[in-house]
């Protein structure tokens, strides 16, 4: 089953790459201490309680097992068009400079362009021009019955 999951996964990421979309897949990776502190702070500060579920902390002994199971995910699913970045994540500031700075990377790469201006003049004066038309010939917008 989990093996058809991945043919499915590495499937589909190919076929948007070859359409030609950009895929970046980030694992944001806490450790198993910064987690707990995390917990600790989610108990401390009523504000947070919602971030907690009765699962979180017994989870926790199967950390080695999701682990495994995330690292062969993570093998299974990352190509050359489809990237997996594990980003080490226990400091919120350094997570969010890796992933800036891939993304600025990879956005500077694909050589993006803007759209040609458009000649706004232009648009008014046809927009006006066949308004006006519109109003000589009388046409006016369909009635809509509210009739059930």
Known sequence: MVEALY????DFEKMLHDNGTRILK???????????ERFEQRLDDPMRHWKISEGDYS??????????????????????HAPWYVIPSNHKWF????????????LEDMDLKLPPAVNIAEIRRKYHAAAARQA?????????????
């Open 59 to 80: 989870e926790r002994k199967l950390w080695p097992d999701y682990m495994e199971a995330y690292e062969e995910a993570l093998e299974r699913t990352s190509a050359k």
């Open 26 to 36: 980030f694992y944001l990776h806490i450790s198993p201490e910064e987690q707990l």
């Open 95 to 106: 997570r969010n400079l890796a992933i800036s700075e891939l993304l600025a990377d990879t």
């Open 136 to 148: 000589r010939q009388g046409h006016k917008p369909p009635k809509v019955s509210h009739k059930k």
């Open 7 to 10: 043919e499915l996964i590495n």
